[in-house]
């Protein structure tokens, strides 16, 4: 894995070998020896419509009912023209997922060292309001539960960093008071992100409901109510 780093501060871990689709959302200069920058550039851009529209197709017909040439004919490219860019499907998925991270974790993070509560509202917020994300990351990792599926490692490890992250910030809050010192931070970590996924696929089911106040309660319920400062 690679790291990527925004301007803004914001660091998320992503495959090396997929990691030049996300220059444009991470603010990175890049020069290629020999690559004209303007040619560059329309290269760049042309993965991140790739990328787009991929994620359109699998968000919908998930990977094994979505082919590379659906997505090519989404961008009225054709299909050498696609694979020059992404030369399997199995790549493309994996910049799919990649990409969907980082546009997530780039417009509301969860900070180890923050407020985890306010973290996950804001992102609750963002999530809601791209249901597509929400109905890719399902389909997806329900497929990917078969061990031979191209994505099985990248849900593990994705699971695995959320945990340890939210368990970091769990940590944090107990030390500056703001989440009860009995909470075990690790079990309170999967409780979260398993009911989270739950709560996420039920609103996908039926979006007429409004999930927030059984979000909220979750929170609640494992955290503890939020907690008084202690007096100095």
């Known amino acids: 894995m690679q790291a990527l780093t925004r301007a803004t501060g914001t660091t998320v871990s992503v495959n090396p070998n997929t990691c030049y689709i996300l220059l444009r959302a991470y603010d990175v200069s890049v020069t290629t020896a020999g690559t004209p920058r303007r040619q560059y550039a329309k290269t760049v851009q042309r993965r991140a419509d790739i990328v787009e529209a991929a994620t359109a197709v699998f968000s919908s017909r998930g990977y094994h009912g979505g082919s590379l040439r659906d997505i090519a004919r989404q961008l ?9 860019h992404f030369p399997t499907k199995s790549e493309l998925l994996i910049a799919v997922l990649d990409h969907s991270e980082v546009e997530a974790e780039s417009v509301s993070p969860i900070a180890t060292d923050g407020d985890l509560r306010t973290s996950l509202r804001r992102r609750w917020v963002y999530n809601y ?53 009995d909470v075990n931070a690790k079990e ?6 398993s009911a989270w996924d739950g709560l996420q696929l039920q609103w996908l089911l039926r979006p007429e409901r409004d999930l927030t106040a059984e979000f909220e309660l979750l929170l609640d319920r494992v955290l503890g109510p939020p907690q008084p400062r202690p007096v100095a």
């Open 76 to 84: 009225d490219l054709s299909l050498t023209s696609l694979v020059h």
């Open 129 to 181: 309001g791209h249901p597509e994300l929400l109905r890719l990351l399902a389909i997806l990792a329900s497929e990917a539960s078969a061990p031979d599926h191209p994505a099985h490692a990248w849900f593990i490890d994705r699971y695995d960093r959320i945990v340890s992250r939210f368990t970091a910030a769990i940590e944090h809050d107990k030390s500056l008071g703001r989440t009860h010192p």
């Open 188 to 193: 309170s970590a999967h409780i979260i992100l």
